[in-house]
C-alpha cells in the first residue's frame, strides 16, 4: 500500500511528520482565508472599511511592483555566489529575511500615510464618514485592512523563500545543511518514499517546502511584529501629517528604534547623552528586538514562542497607544 493510502487510513507512520502537516495545514488556511478576507460578508462597519482598505491595497501597483521585485531577488540569489566559506545557506536566509521585511515596510507605511491623507485631504473620507461610520471605526478598519494585505505579502514571500532555501540547498549540493530537525526531514523522505513515479519526488519537495516554513516561521512572525507597529503609527499620524512629513517620521522611527541598544551602548558614562538614549529608548519601543534572522539563519533553534509571544504583546500595547493617540488627533480634526 502507498503511502498517502496509508496515512489516510491510519496506518502506523512516523510521528515526526505531524509537525509538517500542521505547518502545511495553517500555512494554506492563512492564505485561503486571506483571499477570501476582500470578498466575504463579515459584520460591522470597521470590517467593511478594513475590506476596503485591503482591497485598495492589494489592487494598488506598489502592492504588485514590490512583490514580483523580491520574488525575482530571492530567485536569483539562489545562484549568486557568497563567498562566505561554506555558509552561503546562512548569509541567503539572513538576506532574505530582510528581503520580506523591507518590502512589507515600505508597503504598510507608504499606503497608509497616502490613502488616509488623501481620503481627508479630498474630502472623500467626508462622504464616508457620514453614512454613518464613526472615526473609530474608520480609523481602525484601515490599519486592519492594510495589515491584513501586508501580512498576505508576507506570507507569499515566506512560502517563495523556503523554495529557494531547497533550491539552494540542490544547487550547492549541501543536503547535509537540509532545514528543520534530522527526524523531520528522515520522516518526510520516509513518507514520500513509496509514492508512485514523479509523484514522490514532488510531494517531498513539497512537504521539504513547508518543513523549511516550520523552521523559518519565527522570522516572519516577528517581521510582522514589527509592521505591526509601524502600521499603526503611520496611520495614526495619516490624520494629520501629509505624507512625506508621515513617511519621514515613520522610517526615522523604525531605524531609530531598531538602534535603541546601540545608541544605549554608545552613551557610555557621559550623563547628558545618556539621558537622552534613555528617553529614546523610553518613547521608542526596542524594534530589535524582533530581529531573529542570525539566530535562525545559522538553525539555532533559540526562539522559543515564549520570547516571540511576549514581544508581540509588548508591540501590541504600543500599536493600541499609537491607534489611540491617532484617534484623539482625528476626532479634533474638522474635515469639513
Same mark, same amino acid.
Given at each position: 500500500?502507498?503511502?498517502?493510502?496509508?496515512?489516510?487510513?491510519?496506518?502506523?507512520?512516523?510521528?515526526?511528520?505531524?509537525?509538517?502537516?500542521?505547518?502545511?495545514?495553517?500555512?494554506?488556511?492563512?492564505?485561503?482565508?486571506?483571499?477570501?478576507?476582500?470578498?466575504?460578508?463579515?459584520?460591522?462597519?470597521?470590517?467593511?472599511?478594513?475590506?476596503?482598505?485591503?482591497?485598495?491595497?492589494?489592487?494598488?501597483?506598489?502592492?504588485?511592483?514590490?512583490?514580483?521585485?523580491?520574488?525575482?531577488?530571492?530567485?536569483?540569489?539562489?545562484?549568486?555566489?557568497?563567498?562566505?566559506?561554506?555558509?552561503?545557506?546562512?548569509?541567503?536566509?539572513?538576506?532574505?529575511?530582510?528581503?520580506?521585511?523591507?518590502?512589507?515596510?515600505?508597503?504598510?507605511?507608504?499606503?497608509?500615510?497616502?490613502?488616509?491623507?488623501?481620503?481627508?485631504?479630498?474630502?472623500?473620507?467626508?462622504?464616508?464618514?457620514?453614512?454613518?461610520?464613526?472615526?473609530?471605526?474608520?480609523?481602525?478598519?484601515?490599519?486592519?485592512?492594510?495589515?491584513?494585505?501586508?501580512?498576505?505579502?508576507?506570507?507569499?514571500?515566506?512560502?517563495?523563500?523556503?523554495?529557494?532555501?531547497?533550491?539552494?540547498?540542490?544547487?550547492?549540493?549541501?543536503?547535509?545543511?537540509?532545514?528543520?530537525?534530522?527526524?523531520?526531514?528522515?520522516?518526510?523522505?520516509?513518507?514520500?518514499?513509496?509514492?508512485?513515479?514523479?509523484?514522490?519526488?514532488?510531494?517531498?519537495?513539497?512537504?521539504?517546502?513547508?518543513?523549511?516554513?516550520?523552521?523559518?516561521?519565527?522570522?516572519?512572525?516577528?517581521?510582522?511584529?514589527?509592521?505591526?507597529?509601524?502600521? &499603526?503609527?503611520?496611520?495614526?499620524?495619516? =490624520?494629520?501629517?501629509?505624507? *512625506? /512629513?508621515?513617511? +519621514?517620521? %515613520?522610517?526615522? !522611527?523604525?531605524?531609530?528604534?531598531?538602534?535603541?541598544?546601540?545608541?544605549?551602548?554608545?552613551?557610555?558614562?557621559?550623563?547628558?547623552?545618556?539621558?537622552?538614549?534613555?528617553?529614546?529608548?523610553?518613547?521608542?519601543?526596542?524594534?530589535?528586538?524582533?530581529?531573529?534572522?542570525?539566530?535562525?539563519?545559522?538553525?539555532?533553534?533559540?526562539? &522559543?514562542?515564549?520570547?516571540?509571544?511576549? =514581544?508581540?504583546?509588548?508591540? *501590541? /500595547?504600543?500599536? +493600541?497607544? %499609537?491607534?489611540? !493617540?491617532?484617534?484623539?488627533?482625528?476626532?479634533?480634526?474638522?474635515?469639513?
Amino acid at each position: 500500500m502507498t503511502a498517502p493510502l496509508g496515512f489516510f487510513m491510519n496506518e502506523a507512520i512516523n510521528p515526526a511528520i505531524y509537525p509538517v502537516f500542521i505547518t502545511l495545514a495553517i500555512t494554506w488556511t492563512l492564505v485561503g482565508l486571506l483571499m477570501y478576507f476582500p470578498y466575504g460578508r463579515f459584520p460591522g462597519k470597521t470590517m467593511a472599511v478594513a475590506q476596503a482598505a485591503y482591497r485598495e491595497t492589494v489592487r494598488q501597483p506598489l502592492f504588485w511592483f514590490l512583490l514580483i521585485f523580491f520574488i525575482v531577488l530571492m530567485v536569483i540569489s539562489v545562484f549568486v555566489p557568497y563567498f562566505t566559506f561554506g555558509e552561503d545557506l546562512t548569509m541567503m536566509i539572513d538576506l532574505q529575511l530582510d528581503a520580506i521585511l523591507l518590502p512589507a515596510l515600505i508597503l504598510s507605511v507608504f499606503t497608509a500615510a497616502l490613502t488616509i491623507s488623501e481620503e481627508i485631504e479630498g474630502r472623500t473620507a467626508i462622504t464616508l464618514l457620514s453614512k454613518p461610520v464613526a472615526r473609530w471605526n474608520f480609523l481602525l478598519g484601515k490599519f486592519f485592512g492594510i495589515f491584513l494585505a501586508v501580512m498576505f505579502l508576507t506570507l507569499i514571500l515566506t512560502l517563495v523563500m523556503s523554495g529557494t532555501v531547497i533550491g539552494k540547498i540542490a544547487y550547492d549540493d549541501i543536503d547535509d545543511k537540509l532545514p528543520g530537525h534530522r527526524d523531520e526531514v528522515a520522516a518526510v523522505k520516509e513518507f514520500t518514499a513509496t509514492m508512485p513515479g514523479g509523484f514522490g519526488a514532488v510531494a517531498e519537495n513539497a512537504l521539504m517546502v513547508h518543513t523549511t516554513v516550520k523552521m523559518l516561521a519565527p522570522g516572519p512572525i516577528m517581521i510582522l511584529g514589527q509592521i505591526f507597529i509601524m502600521t &499603526a503609527l503611520a496611520v495614526a499620524l495619516a =490624520t494629520r501629517f501629509p505624507l *512625506v /512629513l508621515n513617511l +519621514t517620521v %515613520c522610517f526615522g !522611527f523604525f531605524f531609530i528604534g531598531r538602534l535603541t541598544p546601540a545608541l544605549k551602548k554608545q552613551a557610555g558614562e557621559n550623563p547628558l547623552i545618556k539621558f537622552i538614549a534613555n528617553v529614546i529608548g523610553i518613547i521608542l519601543p526596542d524594534l530589535s528586538t524582533y530581529d531573529v534572522g542570525q539566530q535562525i539563519a545559522q538553525g539555532l533553534n533559540t526562539v &522559543a514562542w515564549s520570547y516571540i509571544g511576549q =514581544t508581540w504583546l509588548q508591540g *501590541v /500595547l504600543y500599536a +493600541t497607544i %499609537c491607534l489611540l !493617540f491617532g484617534l484623539i488627533l482625528f476626532e479634533d480634526r474638522d474635515l469639513a
